[in-house]
T-cell receptor, first 114, second 112 residues
Framework: DGGITQSPKYLFRKEGQNVTLSCEQN?????MYWYRQDPGQGLRLIYY???????QKGDIAEGYSVSREKKESFPLTVTSAQKNPTAFYLC?????????????FGDGTRLSIL | GQQLNQSPQSMFIQEGEDVSMNCTSS?????WLWYKQDPGEGPVLLIA?????ELTSNGRLTAQFGITRKDSFLNISASIPSDVGIYFC????????????FGQGTRLTINP
């Protein structure tokens, strides 16, 4: 089945540690996105990528980094510079430049601080 | 970054009742989307709206794209227990980049 796979489901980070969240899609989508969700709030855009080897900052990019070396993969690194990393992280993908093809989401990774 | 104003924040209803929620914005959007999120999972797309004034149904769900392009509503008729969850509206303004702006969500609880 085609879809978006995020791993791990749960992740724990120690103070001062970088961690990387995985997002893989087999939908052949060009565009991929990372969102952060805090309790009682909607999703906020961290980074997005419309094509391999290119990505742009979203609204809350500070303390995060991404790479897009392959079309199907868009990993997110939460760096030690992100002082409040505890949140639910969601990855999405879509067909590029098609407003009638909305974003579809993975099942998320919950990150907590030890 | 901007977030849409979604209301109500939470609803407690009896099974079988109809539900209505809405989103408003100070900015114009080209597309309105409605998603449902179950605990510990990612949002699932319910309805997508692409034209101002458009009224679209998906089973017991009906959504409308406001004429001013600054608002949208979602109605659920004859609610059932599996409707429980958090509903999010999302607006898309920029063609191509397809960046979405989300509402804060409406948490729906149903008493059997």
């Amino acid at each position: 089945d085609g879809g978006i796979t995020q791993s791990p489901k749960y992740l724990f980070r120690k103070e001062g540690q970088n961690v990387t969240l995985s997002c893989e899609q087999n939908l052949n989508h060009d565009a991929m996105y990372w969102y952060r969700q805090d309790p009682g709030q909607g999703l906020r855009l961290i980074y997005y990528s419309q094509i391999v080897n290119d990505f742009q900052k979203g609204d809350i990019a500070e303390g995060y980094s991404v790479s897009r070396e392959k079309k199907e993969s868009f990993p997110l690194t939460v760096t030690s510079a992100q002082k409040n990393p505890t949140a639910f992280y969601l990855c999405a993908s879509s067909i590029r430049d098609r407003v009638d093809q909305p974003q579809h989401f993975g099942d998320g990774t919950r990150l907590s601080i030890l | 970054g901007q977030q849409l104003n979604q209301s109500p924040q939470s609803m407690f209803i009896q099974e079988g009742e109809d539900v209505s929620m809405n989103c408003t914005s100070s900015s114009i959007f080209n597309t309105w989307l409605w998603y449902k999120q179950d605990p510990g999972e990612g949002p699932v797309l319910l309805i997508a709206l692409y034209k101002a004034g458009e009224l679209t149904s998906n089973g017991r769900l009906t959504a409308q794209f406001g004429i001013t392009r600054k608002d949208s509503f979602l109605n659920i008729s004859a609610s059932i227990p599996s409707d429980v969850g958090i509903y999010f509206c999302a607006g898309q303004r920029v063609q191509g980049a397809q960046k979405l702006v989300f509402g804060q969500g409406t948490r729906l609880t149903i008493n059997p």
